[in-house]
């Protein structure tokens, strides 16, 4: 079937925002040239705005091709609940009595390890948190993660080097840590109950090699750099003036399992958040700054890559349909890096008389390639609007992300295909 102008257009559109993300210091270095028009020219350098700012040029262009009704057609068929549960389940993970729970336990299980306790401390935030992110959703793992990592490390200073390596680990063990269980990781999400994958098929099909390849990745580049962490100081706060209410604690987790729980559902999880804001306004005493804007820029990026990916399917299903088991693997490791790990098992999961195989292939190669781009993978732009202050000009350059996920994700590959 030859695809309609409206499919062309939006293919066009979609690969402008992709070099969009790798441009996005052009717009800043605009912005100080041009301070009369620095506003939108900051805006179109976040990272976070680039899909949601060219999903608008391409509903505008709907609108004007097919007709406002046909727009508004199209935007109420896209599923935007992946966007809302990350904008959610971000703010409520990064709320100062989850934090502090997080923190204690990584506390605890760092100073059981034979380690420095810095370097026992960031091992645990790159391997047991990206881990516990089967359990309470990758964009949960990933925020807590991240925000252990900038207040233990990233605030401390870390070489520019270091910083890009761990930032690499981070998404690639995340984007396979959550692959333990059938409901943690988006890509996995999308075909789980089409295909009957339980949580004893995902143990024994992908959970336990995940978990080598994440182990493996954050031993190696803790032993490589232990000097370097080991002279970070350690940050010690006054637990009396931090403490936090253990009925309040209990609240928020609860608020937390429920979010999970009904993380297919956005007018649950919607509503109870509006319960969580009326909680933290009635005792905003023991919270901090919730970080609402941050998470909504992380759901704007992801509604803008659900709007453009919606017209993507047209290309990317035969280009699956038409690999081997092992083509596919490599292929949606590849694509990956350029869409949306989720887009791509969902559409998968669309093709009819798959081997099992074929479908293993196309779920583990989607979270291997899951760390290599911001966009690979949904709570990647978490971590990454988490982190980029810390980094030179507050950008996260698309090259050195790159650059420094392309071993851990070998280790993924390796993980996946020889073991």
């Keep these: ?89 971000m703010v409520i993970a990064a709320s100062r009595p989850i934090l502090k729970v997080s923190l204690g336990c990584v506390d605890v299980v760092a100073k059981m390890l034979p380690m420095h306790r810095q370097v026992a401390t960031f091992f645990v935030a790159l391997s047991l948190l990206p881990l516990l992110g089967s359990f309470i959703t990758e964009p949960a793992a990933m925020t807590l993660a991240a925000l252990l990592l900038r207040e233990r490390f990233y605030n401390p200073g870390l070489s520019n080097r270091l910083k890009y390596l761990t930032l690499g680990v981070l998404f690639v063990n995340v984007s396979i840590g959550g692959t333990l269980t059938p409901y943690a990781a988006p890509p996995v999400l999308m075909v789980a109950a089409t295909w009957n994958w339980d949580l004893m098929f995902m143990i024994t099909n992908l959970g336990w090699r995940s978990a080598v390849a994440v182990i493996i990745n954050a031993l190696v580049l803790t032993l490589i750099f232990r000097s370097e962490l080991a002279r970070i100081p350690l940050i010690e706060k006054n637990d009396d003036e931090n403490r936090v209410p253990v009925a309040l604690v209990i609240t928020h987790i609860l608020f937390l399992i429920g979010v999970v729980l009904a993380a297919h559902h956005a007018v649950v999880f919607m509503g109870l958040f509006l319960f969580f804001l009326g909680i933290v306004t009635a005792y905003n005493r023991w919270q901090d700054r919730l970080i609402l804007r941050e998470g909504m820029m992380v759901g704007f990026f992801l509604a803008g890559l659900v709007v453009l990916g919606g017209q993507q399917q047209w290309w990317l299903q035969p280009a699956l349909s038409a690999m081997s088991p092992t083509a596919v693997y490599y292929g949606a490791t590849a694509l990956t890096a350029i869409t949306d790990n989720a887009a791509l098992t969902y559409l998968g999961s669309l093709v009819e008389g798959l081997t099992d195989e074929f479908k293993l292939s196309l779920v583990t190669g989607a979270v291997t390639g899951g760390g290599l781009t911001v966009i690979a993978n949904a709570p990647n732009p978490a971590g990454y609007s988490i982190l980029k202050s810390r980094f030179d000009d507050e950008e996260i350059s698309a090259g050195g992300l790159f650059a420094a996920a392309f071993v851990p994700t070998l280790v993924a590959i390796a993980a996946f295909r020889m073991i």
């Design 1 to 89: 079937m030859n695809p309609t102008t409206v499919q062309i257009v939006a293919a066009v559109i979609f690969t402008i925002a992709v070099l969009h993300t790798f441009s996005v210091k052009f717009f800043e270095k605009l912005a100080h040239r041009h301070p009369a028009h620095a506003g939108i020219f900051h805006l179109l350098g976040e990272v976070e705005a680039v899909f949601g700012f060219w999903a608008l040029v391409l509903v505008v262009f709907m609108a004007v091709s097919v007709g406002p009704q046909g727009a508004l057609e199209y935007l109420n068929a896209r599923n935007f609940t992946e966007p809302l549960f990350v904008f959610v389940i």
